[in-house]
């Protein structure tokens, strides 16, 4: 069968910027929604087709007190237990063992700050670079993908004046760990697509605090600017690696 | 008087990219229209409230075959004459020499090739890059503004893949002559308002080659992305002078 179109472009995107080599320990971070997940579905079977010694693939789940309370089928049901059985299934058939760590966002909160998505992301983002290390990971694999990139280009122009985002590759400066996005020439649509496909399902976050409206906002500017078009959001990524400083304010 | 918005922006750029000094010797390219005239009308301002020896100051209008034919008070009427007779007045009282010089656009054209908005003004850019070298002027202010800047931005982007546009300040490698555009920080509304404020008008090109379709696309683009927001503009233009390269594909 011919690689679905999601896992063309994540080739592209693995060769282009050099994201993985043979020996590699790879922790994916599974939230439970659909791009991780296809992003999980993807490694595997690039895992499968590549030949030689391959790389080290494993993926943990940072639980939150907020996770799947509207789809928990029983009341009073641990929350999250739906979000990790979920998936539990599908990452054991693609291979990947699926580890899970309990964090409670609300009470590492310091006194006085509001919860946030932010704060939320920070902290499940902690978790997983402390478990990276402490079991020898060296590359974090998000599901973030095209649209995140491009919205958070757009939040951060429009609300910081700064043109930055979160780049396919990060370095961190002070771990031995690097965050890689394969997914960062997929758009939404294309994973909807692959995922449906699949027959898997998307989680959506349903805690309480949810205050998105910048991202919503570049969401609407970003679909305003490209007409929702594949082809615009590709030459607007490409125009970010392609900079002319001489020819700029 | 306060000083009006349009010249504390000038003002504002003129200072941060540092684009005039004294001793300096400034031909302003007047085509006609409101952005040239309004240029024109601020520098000869900023001459008289700067003290010291100031800086030399004209400007060249450079008339083509298709200028104003719409506007020609009589059928048969040299073309152009409007326009120059239009801004003629305004640069008079100003005590801002204006030079005319004609060109055909058209006979310069090399066999087989289409005419274009982009050849005409390659042509126009041409002839006053030659007339400032010939008449020993190191500085030419164009009168491209903050919307234009944005909508070159983003046809660049889109059409080329890349990101630049028109810089405040652009020396040219091979010319000892530099290009300012003192306008960066106004927008399109800044400058009707400014020039319905002094009482003159605006012309407009109208030749039968136009075809401007990416120009209106880029400008569509910009609207829904800022909302025609003067605020959101500035972000944008200044998130130009801040690019995080570890942030970026």
Redesign the interface.
């Known amino acids: 069968m011919a690689n679905p179109p999601l896992y063309r472009a994540c080739d592209r995107a693995v060769s282009e910027y050099a994201m993985l080599r043979d020996g590699d320990a790879v922790l994916i971070g599974a939230s439970g929604g659909k791009d991780s997940t296809a992003l999980a579905g993807y490694l595997s079977s690039l895992l499968k087709r590549r030949g030689g010694p391959g790389f080290r693939l494993e993926a943990l789940h940072v639980r939150t007190e907020f996770e799947s309370r509207a789809e928990a089928s029983v009341p009073g049901e641990k929350l999250g237990a739906d979000s990790f059985r979920r998936i539990g299934g599908l990452f054991s058939a693609w291979g990947i063992p699926l580890h899970v760590a309990d964090v409670s966002v609300l009470d590492r909160l310091k006194p006085g700050r509001k919860m946030s998505c932010w704060w939320c992301s920070t902290q499940r983002r902690t978790e997983l670079n402390n478990f990276a290390l402490k079991h020898g990971f060296n590359k974090i694999a998000l599901g973030h993908h095209l649209d995140d ?1 491009l919205e958070t280009l ?1 939040m ?13 590759v ?1 370095h961190y400066e002070k771990y031995p760990v690097c965050v890689i996005r394969p997914l ?1 020439f997929c758009d939404t649509e294309m994973i909807i697509r692959h995922t449906k496909a699949g027959g898997y399902s998307s989680s959506v976050c349903t805690c309480a605090y949810q205050d998105n409206s910048f991202r919503k906002e570049a969401r609407k ?1 970003l679909a ?2 490209t007409c929702g078009s594949y082809r ?1 959001k590709l ?10 400083n ?4």
Chains 1, 2 share one sequence.
């Not at 951060?156 to 700064?162: L, P, R, T």
């Not at 001489?246 to 304010?249: E, I, N, R």
């Open positions: 990139i757009l951060n122009a429009f609300g910081k004046g700064e043109l930055s985002t979160m780049p396919p990060l960062c500017k305003a600017l615009e030459m607007l990524f490409e125009s970010l690696r392609n900079i002319k001489g020819y700029l304010p």
